[in-house]
């Protein structure tokens, strides 16, 4: 059973940090692509970032370039978005995906809420 579960959001102010984390099982983590995307109120989907297997290359949207940075530890099927100066439009429920070939797994998402 192949399950993803973000977790790490929360409320935080402006300007601040927040980590998140996806926790993966029930495929080969490392043979994986993993990608972050998010949705903010009233919005639709928007993909946001991506790291390749090995952590070979990262990408990210122009909206959060600079500010954010996707990183994985294999050994603990984790994935990771560090994310700092955080803005009131960053406010979204982050949703981590696996693309395994023949299907794309979702986690359920967790909340930012970015507000003073």
């Known amino acids: 059973q192949v399950q993803l579960v973000e977790s790490g959001g929360g409320l935080v102010q402006p300007g601040g940090s927040l980590r998140l984390s996806c926790a993966a099982s029930?495929?080969?983590?490392?043979?994986?692509?993993l990608s972050w995307l998010r949705q903010g109120p009233g919005k639709g989907l928007e993909w946001i970032s991506e790291?390749?297997?090995?952590?070979?290359?990262?990408y990210y949207a122009d909206s959060v370039k600079g500010r954010f940075t996707i990183s994985r530890d294999d050994a603990k099927n984790t994935m990771y978005l560090q994310m700092s100066s955080l803005k009131p439009e960053d406010t979204a429920a982050y949703y981590c995906?696996?693309?395994?070939?023949?299907?794309?797994?979702w986690g359920q998402g967790t909340q930012v809420t970015v507000s003073s």
């Open positions: 995906k696996a693309d395994l070939g023949y299907n794309t797994y």
């Open positions: 029930g495929f080969t983590f490392s043979n994986v692509a």
């Open positions: 790291i390749l297997t090995g952590s070979a290359s990262t």
